[in-house]
């Protein structure tokens, strides 16, 4: 008997207004009331929705910019949208146009602040990226959208591009299951009757089922960002779109500045040239769905009838209800016939997150068993095959899911193929395995579409575009398996993993993960974490918004080693971290808090936190702390080892305290947003706090004379919040010792580099041994000279060491880490490299349109140092260092105003190689372009520094490459009409910065019309 759950029961998980289950009780009138719900999440059971609300971000006004005539959003006019033509058969140029939909949200921020464009899909395949940007705009956040136009492009077939539309003549074939197929013989019935019916259906509509691959929605994006006027895009995929991602920036991987897959397929699955599994059973769909349900049904019973009400019943209700369908369908007053065939997408759905509601919709999903079971106790059921049940008409929805991803993978050709490979799946995993080999039953007997299968793009091997994938824990379709082979297709990659998160789609449901995010794309900087947690628990949270709360933990001690029968005492003090005003934001039971003890002891010195093989453990405590709930006090307890506890004299001793979230009643738990432990071998459980040391090896230069014994002053100084020097463990002042290892042997290689540079060998190691002052923190510096010579004159450097085996036992246990200088530090040597910007004016435009006639463009180039930089001289005497600048003028192809970016067709018109030794405006070089072929249109000149083209000797002199930006600087000119004779002279300066102001809000101009770059000086 399934245990009735009360009214009252229910109501103490209800801790918001807007509870989606209101006064509920489990009846059949409540079910009546979810029909709309479950209408909903049945239709809903494609691969991916992000589950965002669809709020507006403001934008400017509307503006028609290199190709695009933009206008307001019909209902959103916040942002602007267009339809961009392009090739219908890119294999066949001509052969006609299709017209794509495209959504823009402009960066809201100064201009001089923008980025670039962030290019979002969100899956499927067949979601309408324009449907869903004004929720990506609001969930990815102000940061982001303040920086970067937000673009999206709904995919052939999809929304607004050519949609695919299914117009029957007759109605839906009659079946015998509702949604999808739930065993053998169902799935042959869809093979048989279902596909065929829907092939035929679909035949007429007006997109062609051929081109709707990710092969050409890659095109069709990068034609988006051309007619954008971009150089490059940056890419947000979600679940499915993160192939496109992948497809679009192994294609173009210069048109890519960065990416972001958030639960990210397995590129894998889509290698295979044949293949007698699904597409999806391949992609471990099946599996993970199962994971993630049964993870989220043992998390309840963990929790408890306290924060998961149910938990007492779950798994009862499931297999109670589970074995009722597979023999009888459910008739629900006012909803009809409910088969199992619904509750299996049902549950789907829900689990993805579909409803919109994120990781709280199993909540849902596990109230809707526990009704379903009770309803399925009063009734005696039917036969199956008594009867037919309405299928839900999905119709256009599967056919878009089909033409792509027929087109994209491989898939089994026969139907006998398939139920094998569906009873595999349902073995692997009961009750999803046949909902997902059906969701592609419609490609066995596809036509061949071998020229859009992806797999020959896959082959081409990685990519180094920037990649950041976001994953959930418990994502119920793509996991951490799949998340990490997505990351393998870049060689500059991170995986964030949100641990014990559940559902399909991270952005939004972890602040720490939307953080990442945020950096990644603003600065291209790599997570300081790959683990994050979530911003509310599965259970328990209801609609509350309130986030999880930390709490901090410190124990102090007042020795590191006892007498003979002295007991160790501390005081250990818990207060809360982060922004929580008080205790009472923790649901406290008796307003105490558990925390666990373990004392560890040993005859020496000793760090818990990297050896614990000469420590044992003395004893154990679990401690209640009372905290007052009126405030946020930090709370201290003294604590002491038992009484019985057995301490021979000259011990050394450290206390590990935790708080687990596993220790606490489950109301608390479900508020800690983690568990707490101190820091082992610190001041705060062991009386001696371990110093963290920084070594430099200053030296007066990096090139030496023969004969000459290499000196250097060797600085130990205090890092990373160590207040002052400690003494040994015995009393007397530390001494560290320090190694350094000179590298020399080049008489013409210079390198800037954390790592002894190619060619360059260790001619000699000396020891330097430090006595470390006992109070204060001023940092100590020991000369040093070296017992050997140089041979010949050339390049060298010390690198410096101090390593805690290198230590006495003493000295070893003071400190926290080994410690090391960075070889070759431009702030470790006399030498600064120079940063260069390169500057580009035109000064005259010549020009005519007559036949012979002169076509005569103007400029001068030079170079600016960065403020305080000086222009650096050869080694040995006073030439300066020459700097090496290379240019070409190009004629923008059938442009009539200045662009942003180079397109595929402009071309060089001619190249220009300079050299300059000195930096300002008074050293500038002029350059002329002159034809007598010239004739109306868009010019401009870039000029650039790359390290690579200078001598081998020379490029340490330059912290990077500079470049000036074509056709948005002064270099870009345009050219119209003819002049009344040949010969006149133009004054161009005057129309080039009137010309200017249509690139000012895409690039921050300077007043000669060039981006300055000041690389990021070491810090010492």
């Not at 289950?21 to 049945?42: D, M, Y």
Request: a negative charge.
């Amino acid at each position: 008997m399934i245990r009735q759950i009360s009214r009252r029961e229910r109501a103490r998980v209800r801790r918001s207004t807007n509870a989606r289950f209101k006064a509920a009780t489990h009846s059949e009138s409540w079910i009546q009331s979810k029909r709309n719900v479950l209408i909903l999440v049945v239709a809903m059971m494609t691969v991916t929705l992000s589950p965002i609300s669809h709020l507006g971000v403001a934008a400017a006004e509307p503006l028609e910019l290199s190709g695009i005539l933009w206008s307001p959003c019909p209902e959103d006019p916040t942002a602007d949208c267009a339809m961009v033509e392009t090739e219908f058969d890119y294999n066949l140029p001509g052969s006609g146009t299709v017209e794509l939909s495209v959504k823009r949200y402009r960066a809201t921020g100064l201009s001089t602040e923008r980025i670039g464009v962030l290019v979002y899909n969100p899956g499927g395949p067949g979601l309408s990226a324009v449907d869903a940007l004004s929720g990506f705009a609001y969930a990815v956040g102000e940061d982001v959208a303040s920086k970067f136009d937000l673009v999206a492009v709904d995919p052939r077939g999809v929304g607004g591009s050519m949609p695919i539309k299914c117009t029957p003549e007759t109605f839906h074939p009659t079946m015998s299951f509702s949604v999808m197929p739930t065993n053998a013989t169902q799935l042959h019935e869809q093979v048989a009757v279902l596909d065929p019916w829907l092939r035929s259906k679909c035949s007429n509509s007006e997109a062609d089922l051929d081109h709707m691959g990710t092969i050409d929605a890659a095109r069709d994006i990068d034609r988006v960002r051309q007619a954008l006027g971009e150089s490059q895009i940056n890419f947000y995929g979600v679940s499915y779109g993160s192939l496109l991602g992948i497809i679009y920036a192994t294609m173009y991987p210069n048109q890519v500045r960065a990416m972001v897959f958030d639960s990210a397929i397995n590129p894998d699955s889509f290698s295979v040239e044949t293949s007698s599994q699904t597409l999806w059973n391949r992609m471990g769909a099946h599996k993970a769905a199962y994971n993630a349900f049964w993870a989220a049904m043992e998390r309840c019973e963990q929790l408890g009838t306290e924060m998961c009400f149910m938990s007492d019943v779950l798994r009862a209700s499931y297999l109670h209800l589970i074995n009722y369908l597979e023999r009888s369908p459910l008739f629900i007053e006012g909803y009809g016939w409910y088969d199992l065939s619904a509750f299996q997408s049902t549950a789907v759905s829900l689990m993805n997150g579909f409803d919109g509601q994120g990781i709280s919709d199993y909540s849902i999903l596990f109230e809707l068993i526990v009704a379903l079971a009770e309803i399925a106790s009063t009734q005696e059921g039917i036969d199956n095959d008594s009867f037919s049940v309405e299928r839900l008409d999905l119709s256009d929805r599967l056919m878009i899911v089909n033409s792509t991803t027929c087109i994209d993978a491989a898939w089994p050709r026969t139907i006998e193929e398939l139920q094998i490979d569906a009873a595999s799946a349902e073995s692997e995993a009961p009750g999803f395995g046949y909902y997902w080999t059906s969701m592609g039953s419609a490609c066995v007997g596809w036509p061949d579409t071998s020229s859009g299968n992806v797999g020959s793009i896959l082959a081409k091997g990685k990519i180094a575009t920037p990649l950041l994938v976001l994953v959930n824990e418990h994502d119920p379709i793509t996991d951490g398996v799949s998340a990490q082979h997505a990351a393998d297709v870049s060689t500059e990659s991170v995986v964030v993993t949100v641990k014990d998160s559940w559902g399909h789609a991270v952005i939004g449901r972890s602040k720490c993960a939307d953080d990442a995010n945020t950096e990644f794309l603003l600065r291209l900087t790599p997570p300081e974490v790959t683990t994050c947690a979530p911003d509310a628990p599965l259970f328990g949270m209801g609609d509350d918004t309130t986030e999880p709360v930390s709490l901090d933990l410190a124990v102090v001690a007042t020795t590191a080693r006892l007498d003979l029968g002295q007991l160790p005492e501390a005081a250990l003090t818990l207060s809360l971290a982060d922004e929580t005003e008080s205790w009472s934001e923790i649901a406290v039971d008796n307003e105490v808090i558990m925390a666990h003890g373990v004392l560890y002891g040993s005859a020496v010195p000793f760090l818990p936190d990297t050896d614990t093989s000469n420590a044992t453990v003395l004893a154990e405590l679990d401690l209640p702390i009372t905290v007052p709930l009126a405030d946020k006090s930090p709370v201290t307890t003294q604590i002491s080892a038992p009484a019985d506890v057995q301490v021979a004299g000259g011990t050394y001793w450290s206390w590990v305290w935790q708080i687990r979230r596993s220790d606490q009643s489950p109301a608390t738990a479900v508020r800690l947003a983690s568990d707490v432990t101190t820091t082992l071998g610190s001041s705060e459980s062991s009386g001696i706090a371990p110093m963290q040391l920084v070594v430099t090896g200053e030296q007066p230069s990096r090139f030496q004379a023969r004969g000459i014994a290499p000196t250097a002053d060797v600085t130990i100084s205090l890092a990373d919040g160590t207040v002052q020097w400690l003494p040994a463990t015995d009393g007397s002042p530390a001494a560290v010792t320090v190694v350094g290892t000179y590298y020399g042997g080049s008489d013409s290689t210079f390198v800037l580099s954390d790592n002894p540079p190619q060619g360059l060998v260790p001619l000699g190691t000396v020891s330097a041994q430090v006595t470390l002052p006992t109070s204060g923190n001023a940092p100590v510096t020991l000369p040093v000279r070296a017992d050997f010579t140089v041979p010949t004159a050339q390049y060298g450097v010390w690198v410096w060491s101090l390593n805690r085996s290198a230590q006495t036992e003493a000295a070893a246990f003071v400190l926290a880490s080994d410690a090391s200088d960075s070889f070759g530090r431009p702030d470790a040597t006399s030498v600064t490299p120079m940063s260069l910007s390169v500057h580009f004016q035109t000064i005259a435009a010549q020009v005519t349109t007559l036949p012979g006639q002169t076509l005569k463009l103007c400029g001068k180039v030079w170079l600016e140092q960065a403020p305080g930089d000086l222009w650096l001289h050869r080694w040995g005497d006073t030439t300066l260092v020459p700097v090496n600048v290379n240019g070409a003028v190009y004629q923008a192809d059938g442009a009539q105003t200045p662009k942003l970016a180079l397109g595929p067709n402009d071309r060089p018109l001619r190249t220009f190689e300079l050299s300059f030794t000195a930096a300002g405006s008074n050293q500038a070089q002029t350059v002329c372009y002159e034809t007598t072929d010239g004739q109306a249109g868009v010019y401009g000149f870039q000029f650039g520094v790359d390290r690579n083209e200078q001598p081998q000797e020379l490029r340490g002199y330059l912290y990077s490459d500079s470049q000036t930006w074509l056709w948005a600087t002064g270099g870009s000119t345009v050219v119209r009409t003819a002049l009344p004779a040949s010969g006149t002279t133009v004054d161009a300066r005057a129309a080039v910065t009137a010309m200017l102001l249509v690139a000012a809000g895409a690039f921050a101009c300077g007043a000669a019309g060039r981006i300055r770059h000041r690389p990021r000086r070491p810090v010492t």
